[in-house]
């Protein structure tokens, strides 16, 4: 695996490095001692899959409030998305700043999110599937919601939006007193 550091300090790109041969390809996308490395300690306890149908889809930007913050581990298995996370830290250099990546059965990227992340995303293809990795239980009544059109964090989405949940669209917008998430 090939960990890259993105500009939201703590969270980072992964690409596999698959072996391939006439039987097809074999990939490693998780090794203890290699998340060591980048300073994860915390088990993952709890595994989520999702599929999203229509094409243009967002889904998000949620996170779990402490204490039951967790950090995630995404990977798109079909399909593809726009990925999106957003710094809600209260103590961090890029709060409120978000990255959006592109992730896909086909390029086999993982994005890495860590606690105090707002994570969410946009089908770029329909029928598209994720696999997300937690390290904390889902936790009913802990959970929090930016809105996708938040003008505090300017997300670019890259298509119209066709279907968005009535509970992802009735998130609070931030103002100028968030004061974000302490972790």
């Not at 086909?106 to 707002?118: D, S, V």
Request: glycine share 8%.
């Amino acid at each position: 695996m090939i960990f890259q550091e993105t500009k939201l300090k703590g969270a980072y790109l992964i690409d596999l490095e698959p072996f391939q041969d006439e039987r097809g390809l074999f990939a490693r996308t998780f090794c203890q001692n290699e998340f060591k490395d980048i300073g994860h300690s915390k088990e993952f306890v709890q595994f989520n899959h999702s599929l999203t149908i229509p094409k243009a889809t967002i889904r998000g930007l949620h996170y779990q409030k402490p204490p039951f913050a967790e950090i995630k581990l995404i990977r798109c298995i079909r399909g593809k998305v726009y990925d999106v996370i957003v710094d809600l830290r209260r103590q961090s250099p890029t709060f409120l700043q978000y990255i959006g990546v592109e992730l896909s059965a086909q390029n086999m990227r993982m994005i890495y999110i860590p606690e105090g992340f707002a994570h969410g995303f946009q089908t770029l293809e329909e029928n598209s599937e994720l696999i997300y990795h937690h390290t904390a239980f889902y936790q009913p009544g802990v959970e929090g919601g930016v809105r996708y059109n938040d003008p505090t964090v300017g997300v670019e989405w890259p298509l119209e939006p066709t279907v968005i949940s009535d509970k992802d669209q009735k998130h609070p917008y931030l103002n100028s007193n968030y004061s974000g998430i302490k972790i």
